[in-house]
C-alpha cells in the first residue's frame, strides 16, 4: 500500500509491523516494477504490512528513515509505528536485479534476528 496520511490512519488500529520500501519517486518504471513484487511478498507474508514511499513524494516522512536524495535507493526497514525501525544486516537496499529474492533475503534476514535498531528521526509516528 502507499503510505501517506491516509493510509497512516487506517493502519492505526493494525499492531503488525511495516515492511516499508523508500523509493526516489513512486511513478517511476522501476519503482511500480518493485511495487509489484512488494504485492507478491505481501500476499505470502500476511503476518506484515507492506508499504511504499516516494521521497519525490513525501519527503519529510522519508527523511525520518534516513531516506533522502543521498540515499542508496530504494531502502528497506521495518517500522514498528513508534520511535523506531529496524534495518537488516547486508539489507539495507535493493539493486535492480533480481529484486524479488533481495526481498525475500531481507525478510528472511530480519526473522531470523540480523536486524540494527534505529531511531526515526524527526517526529514521531503520531505525528503525521
Known sequence: MPINYETLKLLNDDE???VLTIVEDVDEEKSKK???????AASANR?????YVGIK??????DTFGANKKTRL???????RMEGYFTV???ESIDEEDQASQVSQFLEGYKEGRIIKE???GPSFMSF
Not at 503476518?47 to 508499504?51: A, E
Not at 513524494?57 to 522519508?62: L, M, R, S
Open 57 to 62: 513524494q513525501w519527503e519529510n516522512f522519508a
Open 89 to 91: 544486516n547486508g539489507s
Open 34 to 40: 518493485l511495487i509489484k513484487i512488494l504485492k507478491s
Open 16 to 18: 503488525r509491523k511495516i
Open 74 to 80: 530504494p531502502k528497506v526497514v521495518v517500522w514498528d
Open 119 to 121: 531511531r526515526i528521526g
Open 47 to 51: 503476518d506484515f504490512v507492506f508499504g
